[in-house]
């Protein structure tokens, strides 16, 4: 029997122990809403890998509280989290690099060149995937599984790129970093996190809507 990958999903940050991480178990659960409203195949650990590393990562430390907390209060679930270090290996056969700024997504990229056309940073995917999906050019189909359609939607808001007006503030693509940090920079950075991953799934509702 041929035994199908999932669709691989990295977030990407420097330690993999407050954005990365909180951006993979929101993820995650937003997955596994589409999947429960009967989206076939789009459940992580079955048609969807959902993982996070970083640059620099404080190798097999957890989340910290107040990043498990506000993870935790955005729906996600920061339970288990041990920080890991991105490796070659990761990016061999991803779908989808999401990096928290546009340094993490220049590393990436430049760990493994072939993966440019599939990293961005969150906001930029979040930005670029909104405005795709107040169009009539591309559409999903929520009946097939997550491989195939998602790798189409990447590849559509790949393409997209050149057609959505760059951001006002040179860094307002990237999510501040609250390590170590007053807990109001880990609410302004979860907020980042938690917004951007609403428009991206608002989007994908929205696309398979108007299919």
Known sequence: M???EPFAVMTVCTGNVCRSPMAERLLAAKFAELAADGWPGWKPGDGILVTSAGTAALVGDPMP???????RAAGGDPDGHAARQLEVADLESVGL???MTRVHRRESVTMKPKTSRVTFTLLEFARLIDDLSRGDDFHLDSTEPAKAELARLVDAV???RGFVPPPAGVDADDVIDPYRRPLAVYEQSAT?????IAVIFDSIRRLAAAG
């Open 97 to 99: 690099v999401l990096a």
């Open 192 to 196: 980042q996190i938690s917004t951007a």
């Open 2 to 4: 041929n035994v199908v």
């Open 65 to 71: 509280a107040e990043a498990a907390e506000l993870t």
């Open 158 to 160: 790949a393409m997209h």
